[in-house]
């Protein structure tokens, strides 16, 4: 029970680590302005008596954006960084940078309301009860967001760890039934493959393409080539290792096209083991 709940929290912590891609950041910013239009036709705080439907959407539309520009930045840095990831001191430093940050997030909403109504001077509310009504939309949020980051990969950690326990066997020439794009080069081709989001960088001696597809399908295809998963988002071509360079702790592959590949503290006894760093 004891190494489930490591491998539960492993799991989730490798999936914090990933960045989101363009599209999450595209996704999030149409949300965060759906948000601020909801909000606009609420009123809340009553912002519902302000004059002008219009004005009071593109007020909470630029507010929510804004406090997207303002919280995401730290929370994905954290979440790069796996800076005490879980547990109660991460939450209590999650709502420490939240407290913080809202203190310029009411300085800048304030300041705005006053740009879009000036008549409000004498009626908006004190500067404690404007910072207190941004908490309670602020800190929420962000939980919300950081939950939402820290479990949308999760599933794709997970299959990392059945992908390195090991690919199931292919008979003869049987091609495994997955689902790639039909621009998938051929495996023997491959020097590399990165994970990107729902995408999968394939280098090659002439350069690198992006295609479609699920990265342990994209190891299940290159079962049949002599390689190694050598991070959670990188797979590596033996023919392709040209030599290595760092530490332990800091280590890259050099491929023979001259990429750099970093490897996970996790695959170094198994590279070694491998033979991969008999040589510097």
Same mark, same amino acid.
């Given at each position: ?63 929510? %954006?804004? !406090?997207? +520009?303002?919280?995401? @930045?730290? *929370? #994905? =840095?954290?979440?790069?960084?796996? /800076? ?39 009626? %908006?509310? !004190?500067? +404690?009860?404007?910072? @207190?009504? *941004? #908490? =309670?939309?602020?800190?929420?949020? /962000? ?138």
């Amino acid at each position: 029970m004891h190494q489930a709940a490591q491998n539960e929290t492993a799991h989730s912590q490798e999936a914090f680590r990933r960045w989101p891609g363009r599209g999450f950041v595209l996704r999030s910013a149409l949300i965060v302005v759906a948000v601020g239009i909801f909000l606009g036709l609420l009123g809340p705080y009553g912002s519902y008596l302000n004059p002008g439907l219009v004005a009071r959407i593109l007020y909470w539309s630029c507010c929510a %954006l804004i !406090g997207l +520009g303002l919280y995401a @930045g730290p *929370v #994905l =840095l954290m979440r790069r960084l796996g /800076v005490a990831w879980h547990g109660p001191k991460f939450w209590v430093g999650v709502t420490g940078l939240v407290m913080v940050l809202s203190l310029l997030q009411t300085l800048i909403t304030r300041d705005l309301a006053l740009s879009v109504w000036p008549d409000l001077t004498s009626r %908006l509310p !004190g500067w +404690g009860q404007w910072y @207190g009504q *941004v #908490l =309670l939309i602020a800190w929420p949020s /962000v939980v919300l967001v950081t939950l939402a980051l820290r479990y949308r990969n999760r599933p794709a950690a997970i299959a990392e760890e059945t992908v390195g326990q090991g690919l199931p066997a292919l008979v003869g020439n049987e091609t495994p039934p997955i689902r790639l794009a039909d621009d998938y080069p051929r495996p023997e081709t491959i020097f590399a493959l990165q994970m990107e989001d729902h995408y999968i960088r394939c280098h090659q001696r002439e350069g690198s393409r992006l295609v479609h597809g699920v990265f342990r399908e994209a190891l299940l295809r290159q079962s049949g080539c002599a390689g190694l998963q050598v991070h959670r988002s990188w797979w590596v071509a033996r023919k392709a290792v040209a030599g290595w360079e760092g530490t332990p702790r800091a280590l890259r592959l050099i491929l023979i096209n001259g990429d750099r590949v970093p490897v996970s503290r996790a695959h170094v006894a198994k590279l070694r083991e491998a033979g991969w760093l008999d040589t510097p």
